[in-house]
C-alpha cells in the first residue's frame, strides 16, 4: 500500500534540502526572505499572474548538485525517480564561452499535473575527467580511480529507491527515513580533505576540486524563483549583498518576457577540515557554495530559440530584441516562436529548464579563476545519447515535453 505518493516525497525531499541548506548557509534565508517580499510585491500590483501561481512560484525552488563518474549519474537517476524527477536535456558546459569541465542534465517532473503539484527540479552536472582539455591522462586515472573508490550513497538508499519508484510511492512510516537518508547524502561533509589533492585538482579547475577532491556529493545551491529579478537584484544589493554583474540570460523586456534569468552571489568562505601531506588534520575553508535566484518566462520553440541565439549574440541584447521578438503574445504565438497551451496567447507554457550559457556564468560566479582548456578538439563521447546510455534512463528532450504540454 502506498499511502505516501511520489509527488509527496518529492515535497518532502525539497523541505528537507532546504531546512539542511538553510542550516548550512544562513545567507540562504535572507535569499529567501527577499525573494518572497519581491512575489508579494509583485503580486500586489499585477492580479494576473500568468506564469505561475504567488503559492507555486514563492515555494518553487532549484537545486545544484556535482558528480563526479557515470556511476554516480545513474546512482542519482535512480535516487531521483523515487521522486519523480527524471533526466530532462543535455548541458554540455565545456562550450561556453568560459568552459566548465562538466556535462549536465536536469532532473525534474515531466507531467503538467507533476510540475503542478511540486515543481522541484535539481540541475545535475557530471565530471569530464575523459575530456583531455582539462586532464591529462594521468591525472584523469587519479581522478577516475579516486571518484571509483567513494559511495556518495547508500546501497540501501537505492535499493530503496527502485522500489519505491517502482510502486509510485511507500508506507507512510517509510517515508520519513527514506526522505531523511536521501537529504543527507547531499550535507556538507566534515570528512578532511586532503589539502594537496584538492589543491592539485583546483589548479586544473575549482570545479574539479570541488567535485572530486572530496569524498561526498553536496547541495551546491538551492534557488528560489522570483516575478520580478531586477527587483530582487536591487533589493539584495540595498543590503550589502554583491551579486554578479549582469543577469544571465534574456534581458529584460517590455513585452513577453521569455526563458529563464537568474542571478548568484558569491557565498561566504565555509569552515572545512583538511589533512595536511605531514598527516595533520586542520581547520580552513573554502569558497564553494553561492546563492543564486531566478525568473522564469515562456518557453521558446526550436524556431524562437534561434531567434534568442541570434538576440544573445550580439554586444548589446537588449538593443536588438525587438528584430527578433515581437511585442505581444499574439504575435509570438502566431509566428510559432513561444508555446501558449492550446495555442491561447493568454496561456503561456512556462520555460522549466535551463540555459548552458547561463548555467556556465552561475559557475563562475563563485570561482577566483576559470578552468583554462587546453588546445584541440573535443575527442570525447559525451552526448545525451551517450548519458542515457550510461544512466539506463530516457533522457526526455525539452521540446518534446514542451510540445505535449501546448498540445493537451
Ligand atoms: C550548476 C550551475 C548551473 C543554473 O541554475 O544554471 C545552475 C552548479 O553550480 O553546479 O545551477
Ligand atoms: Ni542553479
Redesign the pocket.
Known amino acids: 500500500m502506498c499511502s505516501v505518493e511520489t509527488w509527496q516525497l518529492r515535497a518532502q525531499f525539497a523541505a528537507g534540502l532546504s531546512q539542511m541548506y538553510g542550516a548550512e548557509v544562513p545567507a540562504y534565508h535572507t535569499l529567501v526572505d527577499v525573494s518572497s517580499a519581491v512575489n508579494a510585491a509583485y503580486a500586489a500590483a499585477s492580479p494576473a499572474l500568468r506564469l505561475g501561481s504567488l503559492e507555486r512560484v514563492t515555494a518553487e525552488r ?1 537545486g ?3 558528480v563526479g563518474s557515470a556511476a554516480e549519474l545513474a546512482q542519482v537517476a535512480d535516487l531521483f525517480s523515487a521522486f519523480g524527477m527524471h533526466p530532462v536535456g543535455f548541458y554540455d558546459l565545456r562550450e561556453a564561452a568560459s568552459p566548465v569541465p ?1 556535462v ?1 542534465t536536469a532532473f525534474r517532473p515531466v507531467d503538467p499535473d507533476e510540475l503542478a503539484r511540486n515543481p522541484f527540479r535539481v ?1 545535475t ?1 557530471m565530471l569530464a575527467s575523459a575530456d583531455i582539455r582539462f586532464f591529462t591522462a594521468d591525472l584523469r586515472g587519479r581522478v577516475e580511480r579516486f571518484v571509483a573508490g567513494r559511495q556518495l550513497f547508500d546501497p540501501g538508499l537505492i535499493a530503496s529507491a527502485h522500489l519505491i519508484a517502482a510502486a509510485g510511492g511507500c508506507p507512510a512510516d517509510e517515508a520519513a527515513d527514506f526522505v531523511a537518508a536521501a537529504v543527507s547524502a547531499f550535507a556538507l561533509s566534515r570528512e578532511p580533505i586532503d589539502r594537496a589533492w584538492y589543491d592539485e585538482l583546483a589548479a586544473v579547475s575549482a ?1 574539479a576540486a570541488d567535485i572530486a577532491g572530496v569524498t561526498s556529493t553536496h547541495i ?2 538551492l ?1 528560489p524563483r522570483v516575478l520580478d529579478i531586477d527587483e530582487l537584484q536591487r533589493a539584495m544589493t540595498e543590503r550589502g549583498i554583491t551579486m554578479i554583474d549582469h543577469i ?1 540570460g534574456p534581458p529584460r523586456v517590455s513585452g513577453p518576457q521569455v526563458l529563464l534569468r ?1 542571478t548568484s552571489f558569491r557565498a561566504l568562505a565555509e569552515p572545512r577540515r583538511f589533512r595536511t601531506p605531514s598527516g595533520e588534520v586542520v581547520d580552513g575553508t573554502l569558497r564553494v557554495r ?1 546563492g ?1 535566484v ?1 525568473q522564469r518566462g515562456i518557453a521558446l520553440t526550436p524556431l524562437g530559440r534561434s531567434h534568442y541565439d541570434a538576440a544573445m549574440a550580439c554586444a548589446d541584447p537588449s538593443a536588438v530584441w525587438g528584430e527578433h521578438f515581437p511585442a505581444t503574445d499574439a504575435e509570438m504565438a502566431a509566428s510559432g516562436l513561444a508555446y501558449y497551451h492550446g495555442g491561447d496567447p493568454s496561456r503561456p507554457v512556462v520555460y522549466e529548464d ?2 548552458p550559457a ?2 556556465a556564468g ?2 563562475r560566479s ?1 570561482l577566483d579563476t576559470d578552468a583554462v582548456a587546453g588546445a584541440g578538439g573535443d575527442t570525447t563521447d559525451y552526448s545525451l545519447d551517450w548519458m542515457a546510455g550510461q544512466i539506463g534512463h530516457h533522457i526526455h528532450d525539452p521540446y518534446d515535453l514542451y510540445e505535449k504540454v501546448a498540445s493537451s
Open positions: 532549484h545544484a548538485i556535482r562538466v549536465s540541475f552536472s570545479v551546491n545551491h534557488t544571465q537568474q553561492f543564486e531566478e535551463f540555459l547561463s548555467a552561475i559557475f563563485n
